[in-house]
């Protein structure tokens, strides 16, 4: 069985560094601050996605390092507000967009999603989360609260993972869970949750190709730069990240394990 190992802290608070960054780069070829699956082809389709534009104010649930808020504030134009658990992911995104003179903008704020969201009714235009619905134990809550502080005809983009596809064992379980706390989400969960929080569904989209993909040029990038990886991260994080990679890359590329894109529209 895999222990647990530590992902995020060692991403954000070691973000600004060299070696980070050069990881991201060789992972998704842009450096947009990822931590996820999502390719730089699909981070471009987002603000289509959600019709953002000029007046739009956006949500997104688990910004991560805040690099790609601040890219998309940036791109079109928009009022961006984001939360995050991860305590070194608020420090590094708020000092990014302090860097960038975007804090008029773009604002961060540390918050557990897996509570009531602590905003009004009705605020937000657009709301996003790219992969992380998979670590909050009440998704149809949440759902309900995306619901509530949608606009009418808001949309929602959220992608999920973790959808099994096929015979998953204990020993992977262990492995690709050992990073947090999962949700793993049967086939058809997610459109029903959507449909009973009030969405409608606009589009659907298998992107576990792409994360197969992901995943290896990520354990592959990292591998490159064990030994200095390894001065930081301490051998039982790196050794551990690099099989949850690996074990993230086998379920994907045989399709045991699912990520699929949702696009829905408050109704």
């Keep these: 069985m895999s222990g647990n ?12 560094e060299d070696l980070y960054r050069e990881i991201r780069v060789e992972t998704y070829g842009f450096d947009l601050g990822q931590t996820s699956w999502v390719t730089t082809e699909e981070s471009n389709q987002i603000p289509r996605l959600l019709n953002l534009g000029t007046d739009s104010h956006v949500l997104e649930i688990g910004f991560g ?23 070194h992911g608020v420090q590094s995104a708020v000092k990014l967009a302090r860097q960038g003179n975007l804090q008029s ?36 809550s949440l759902l309900r609260d995306v619901h509530r502080v ?59 190709g792409n994360a197969a993909e992901i995943a290896k040029r990520w354990h592959d990038a990292r591998e490159s730069r064990s030994v200095e990886l390894t001065a930081i991260e301490g051998a039982l994080d ?20 699912l990520r699929w894109v949702y696009v829905s529209v408050k109704s």
């Design 150 to 208: 949608l606009r009418p005809g808001g949309r929602l983009l959220f992608s999920d993972a973790l959808v099994i596809g096929g015979f998953i064992t204990n020993e992977e379980i262990a492995t690709r869970s050992s990073i947090g706390f999962y949700v793993f989400t049967a086939p058809g969960v997610n459109e029903e949750l959507l449909a009973n929080s009030g969405f409608r569904m606009i589009q659907a989209m298998d992107t576990t």
């Design 238 to 257: 790196y050794e551990g990240l690099q099989r949850f990679l690996s074990c993230a890359h086998k379920l994907t590329s045989e399709r045991r394990l």
């Design 5 to 16: 190992v530590d992902l995020y802290d060692h991403a954000y608070a070691n973000y600004q």
């Design 65 to 87: 390092s805040g690099r790609y808020a601040l890219h998309i504030a940036k791109e079109t134009g928009c009022r961006v507000m984001g939360v995050d658990i991860n305590f």
């Design 105 to 140: 903008r773009v604002e961060f704020t540390q918050h557990d999603a897996s509570e009531p969201l602590p905003f009004d009714d009705g605020r937000f235009d657009a709301v996003f989360s790219n992969d992380a619905l998979c670590h909050i134990k009440e998704r149809a």
